[in-house]
């Protein structure tokens, strides 16, 4: 069977690559964290093991966009549905597609979306940005398409109706697997798992002369990483893996104001900010 580059295999689309032997730029991507809602009094034992089960903390619910190279790049793309304004104490919301007019984009505008992990505030915005390509671990796409809802199976956290949303940009030819770790998702955005936050999640490296790490859940707080602390993960096994995987984002980045967490409001007094909007990287 003759392939075009880019053509869908099985109904998933292919990434064509770099044409081989041919060094490619790093795009200079600016990098904005848009905070489309909050969660005030949260439990800070569920965001941090081991604290104190009687502390809350303030969170901020945030997709981040990547833009440059003639791309918008959403990493997470918040949510939508009504069943989970009653499940969370969910204030100061905003529709993701509208939180992001506040950098002058228009969804139809999005070109990508990469989904840390399939959580319904993670994953649960991908319809509103109808021309994006999705972006997903092969191995969080077919667990929670397939044996979580099994005998047995995980799906906490999980939107029965995100999930249908993701089989259904599949089958129209714009969902992208990620193959595993260290994968070069687009043009200078890596890919690194490791943190078993969901059965699969991810979390990316944007490349540059400042590298960026956007940790999303598998590092919900600057005190996650602060004190090399887990969060929520898959399994009670998956703690230390988790815990490996912050040193590792650490690492990566270079300086740990580079590493962005989920969840952390302070991301907001940290980089310079307006509105719902903080710059974590301006263009150059």
């Not at 991810?202 to 002369?209: F, K």
């Not at 600057?222 to 703690?239: C, H, I, K, Q, V």
């Given at each position: 069977m003759l392939l075009l580059a880019g053509a869908p295999v099985n109904g998933i689309a292919q990434d064509a690559g770099h044409p081989e032997g041919v060094p490619q730029p790093t795009p200079a991507y600016t990098i904005d964290a848009v905070r489309y809602a909050s969660i005030p009094g949260f439990r800070t034992a569920g965001l941090v093991m081991g604290a104190d089960p009687a502390e809350r903390t303030d969170i901020a619910m945030v997709f981040w966009v990547i833009r440059g190279a003639g791309r918008v790049v959403l990493f997470d793309s918040g949510f939508h549905r009504e069943r989970w304004f009653s499940t969370f104490d969910v204030t100061d919301y905003l529709r993701p597609d509208s939180?992001?007019?506040?950098?002058?984009?228009?969804?139809?505008?999005?070109?990508?979306?990469?989904?840390?992990?399939?959580?319904?505030?993670?994953?649960?915005?991908?319809?509103?940005?109808?021309?994006?390509?999705?972006?997903?671990?092969?191995?969080?796409?077919?667990?929670?398409?397939?044996?979580?809802?099994?005998e047995g199976g995980?799906?906490?956290g999980i939107d029965e109706d995100d999930v249908v949303a993701l089989v259904r940009r599949n089958l129209a030819g714009r969902v992208r697997l990620v193959e595993g770790d260290d994968v070069e998702v687009l043009p200078g955005i890596r890919a690194y798992t490791g943190a078993r936050h969901t059965y699969a999640s991810?979390?990316?490296?944007?490349?540059?002369?400042e590298p960026f790490v956007l940790a999303s859940d598998n590092g919900y707080l600057?005190?996650?990483?602060?004190?090399?602390?887990?969060?929520?993960?898959?399994?009670?096994?998956?703690?230390s893996g988790n815990e490996a995987a912050l040193?590792?984002?650490?690492?990566?980045?270079?300086?740990?104001?580079?590493?962005?967490?989920?969840?952390?409001?302070?991301?907001?007094?940290r980089f310079p900010s307006r509105g719902r909007v903080a710059r974590i990287r301006a263009p150059g």
């Open positions: 939180a992001l007019t506040g950098l002058g984009v228009a969804a139809t505008e999005v070109t990508d979306v990469i989904v840390s992990h399939a959580h319904w505030d993670h994953m649960g915005g991908i319809e509103l940005f109808p021309e994006a390509t999705v972006h997903i671990q092969r191995e969080e796409y077919e667990y929670y398409t397939g044996a979580a809802w099994r995980r799906r906490g991810q979390y990316i490296l944007v490349e540059g002369a600057y005190r996650n990483f602060e004190t090399r602390t887990a969060g929520a993960t898959f399994l009670p096994t998956d703690r040193e590792r984002m650490l690492r990566l980045a270079g300086s740990s104001d580079r590493v962005v967490p989920g969840h952390d409001a302070l991301q907001f007094a």
